[in-house]
């Protein structure tokens, strides 16, 4: 079982023509994901990198069915982006795009509650379902399907958790980057949530950020569950700020959080492999 | 982006904020002129540098005297002498490095005899995404105010309702009309201008009730000045170090440390991790973030490989938005222009590694290849103490 992406998911690119996202989507489509329309306003009726182009979502949704959107639209753009796939009723937002302002993203996610549609981001590298989908940035021969789950609130660290997880020998079920953005859509409580019901994934690598506390509400979620399976979470940071004053909530008093609520915690990088090894997974 | 007290002042006062009359002095003079020209039976001198605390810090030369950022003053003269005494002078904060800052202007204003303080700030609930007021009584044995300590108010609209005023008036001890009047101003503020932060610290209440704001502590959204050009002239560059400043221009992040090794990576999550592995030894790091253009990459070489501080050089590039073959690229126009004179090890994986590997075992450029960030740690301290 694949975690929101398969290779049937069929998944429309906002802002297809730019540079960026043609270099990307041309990759996706070599992996098999299946890219089925683009939309560009004013580049309507075009075929770009083998699919249809068109002025909307709405229509774009209209002649296709694609219910699941990318956005590699400027940050200046992901609100009015965002708004139109949700009138057009796309299920599932993967945003991309950085510098989104954080008066918008407040705005984005008030919008959400009004729907079930899961926004993915800001700032991610994508979801990655390997072997079936790629949507996002993802550098590509790094994934192998397998049993290990991956949430990250950091781009870069997201591929430094899959090698350690391919370095162990386990390959990946899901990778889901949640997004580096201050205020990001889907969190690690959805997510965790989503990783824990699926029978493919055994074991879950989170990686977080010292900042906001999306990682203690998923840690209390998680604390919550009657049956879980083993979580290994890195979070990069510090105590002190750059000019060596204690920061108000150091980094380790949050990990100690995730340790009190059952989660195994890697102090530095090399040991979300150390800690993986150590699992005993079927 | 971070504002000076009197650039927020202004702004809280555009949207019905009270605030003391005041105004921003560069020299002594300017500043006794102030203070003639006022009414008040007192003023306050307010060294204007990006940081909290400023009342509790000290200077670092002997002629500003004792006292911090803050001081009061009775006559003009005694105004234009306070002023004297910090233009020019550094300023040590809970919040500054050991260096301090340079203070290079003054708010003058009127003191303000107010019966009461207490702390409040506006910030954004990141996992809740929405607004928050935070309160705090400030005790007048304590006047620290305690982080954990707060009275937090959710604020569910972009309105601030009657039953959340109520709440914290009653916390406070205050008049509710005007604290209402107070947070609505607050909060046009911080919408209107897109604040990430808007902390008051102190606020006071004044003998007939009003509520002014004492302090002002403001941060606004980079992503979000682009509709807001009035904003972004508040920047000062001087707050800015020219290395943050160098880096900035090309769209990186640039941290300085006390340590000999730099840092060139691509992400704010691997930069603190490699922090975590360096600790001590971590002179710098530079986030090249997405960046896409071979010059900008160059120039952001050229920044950690000329840095006097620098003994030795890690480059690890996990690419995904970011391709590698343009940081091979980027690498060889730095190391063309100002020569590599100190050990570099170079982590290369992602988006076109193996070209990029290519082209950097084709450059005649001396380096050590890695495969992992652990490796490349080791290996550039035992490089640097073996070139040391």
């Given amino acids: ?80 982006a965002t708004m139109e796939s949700l009138e057009a009723g796309i299920k599932l937002i993967v945003c991309i795009s950085n510098n989104v302002p954080v008066h918008d993203m407040l705005f984005i996610r008030n919008a959400l509650k009004k729907t079930d549609t899961v926004f993915i981001g800001p700032e991610t590298p994508g979801i990655i379902t390997p072997d079936e989908a790629r949507l996002g940035i993802f550098p590509l021969n790094l994934f192998s399907r397998g049993k290990i789950g991956i949430l990250s609130r950091s781009s870069t660290l997201t591929y430094e958790a899959v090698l350690a997880v391919n370095k162990a020998g386990f390959g990946q079920s899901s990778v889901i980057g949640l997004g580096d953005g201050m205020i990001i859509g889907m969190d690690f409580v959805k997510s965790l949530e989503l990783l824990c019901q699926d029978d493919e994934t055994q074991a879950i690598v989170m990686i977080g950020q010292q900042y906001g506390e999306f990682e203690e509400e998923g840690a209390k979620w998680y604390k919550s569950q009657k049956s879980r399976k083993p979580v290994i979470c890195y979070i990069a940071g510090s105590d002190v700020d750059e000019n060596g004053h204690t920061i108000e909530y150091p980094l380790k008093n949050k990990l100690q959080f995730m340790r009190d609520c059952g989660i195994i915690v890697a102090d530095e990088l090399p040991q979300i492999y150390e800690k993986l090894i150590s699992l005993d997974l079927k | 982006m971070d504002i000076h007290e009197y650039q927020a002042k202004k702004i809280l006062n555009n949207f019905g904020v009270l605030i003391p009359k005041g105004r921003i002095a560069y020299t002594p003079l300017e500043a006794q002129k102030i203070a003639e020209k006022s009414s008040g039976s007192g003023m306050v001198v307010k060294a204007q540098i990006h940081s909290s605390d400023r009342l509790n810090g000290h200077f670092i030369e002997k002629s500003a005297g004792i006292g911090g950022g803050i001081r009061f003053a009775g006559t003009p003269q005694e105004v234009g002498s306070q002023a004297k005494a910090m233009l020019g002078a550094t300023l040590v904060t809970s919040q500054t490095s050991p260096k301090g800052k340079t203070v290079s202007k003054v708010y003058v204003e009127e003191f303000c005899d107010c019966r009461k303080t207490f702390y409040f700030a506006m910030t954004i609930n990141r996992t809740a995404a929405r607004i928050e007021l935070r309160l ?115 769209g990186f992040v640039y941290h300085e440390y006390d340590g000999y090794i730099g840092c060139i990576v691509n992400g704010d999550g691997l930069a603190l991790a490699m922090k975590g592995l360096l600790k001590d030894d971590t002179a710098c790091t530079l986030n090249l973030k997405g960046g896409v253009d071979r010059d900008k990459i160059a120039a952001g ?57 290519n082209i950097l075992n084709h450059s005649g450029l001396n380096f050590l290849m890695c495969e992992t960030t652990l490796e490349a740690v080791q290996k550039i301290l035992i490089a640097a103490r073996e070139a040391g």
């Fill in chain 2, 301 to 357: 070489i050229k920044l950690i490989a000329t840095n006097a501080k620098v003994e030795g050089i890690i480059i690890n590039i996990i690419g995904g938005f970011l391709r590698c073959d343009l940081i091979a690229d980027g690498i060889i126009d730095a190391a063309a222009e100002v020569g590599m004179n100190v050990p570099l090890v170079v982590r290369l994986e992602g988006t076109n590694s193996l070209e990029a590997r």
């Fill in chain 2, 136 to 250: 705090g009584n400030i005790e007048k044995e304590t006047p620290k105010i305690q982080h954990d300590s707060f009275f937090t108010i959710p604020l569910e609209t972009a309105e601030v309702t009657y039953q959340e005023t109520l709440k914290g008036a009653e916390y406070l001890g205050v008049e509710a009309a005007k604290f209402h009047q107070f947070i609505a101003g607050v909060l046009q503020s911080f919408i209107k201008s897109e604040a990430i932060m808007i902390e008051i610290n102190p606020a006071g209440v004044m003998p007939n009730g009003d509520i002014i704001a004492l302090d002002a502590k403001m941060v606004l959204d980079d992503a979000a000045l682009f509709r807001h050009k009035e904003l972004s002239r508040l920047i000062d560059e001087d707050e800015i170090t020219p290395l943050k400043r160098r880096a900035a221009i090309n």
């Fill in chain 1, 1 to 80: 079982m694949a975690v929101l992406i398969n290779k049937n998911t069929k998944i429309m690119v906002q802002g297809i023509t730019g540079t960026q996202a043609s270099f990307h989507i041309k990759r996706s489509i070599d992996y098999g994901t299946n890219i089925v329309c683009g939309v560009t306003p004013g580049k309507g009726g075009i075929t770009h990198l083998g699919v249809p182009v068109f002025d909307s979502v709405k229509e774009a949704y209209n002649k296709t069915q694609a219910d699941t959107t990318i956005l590699f639209v400027p940050g200046t753009s992901v609100k009015a």
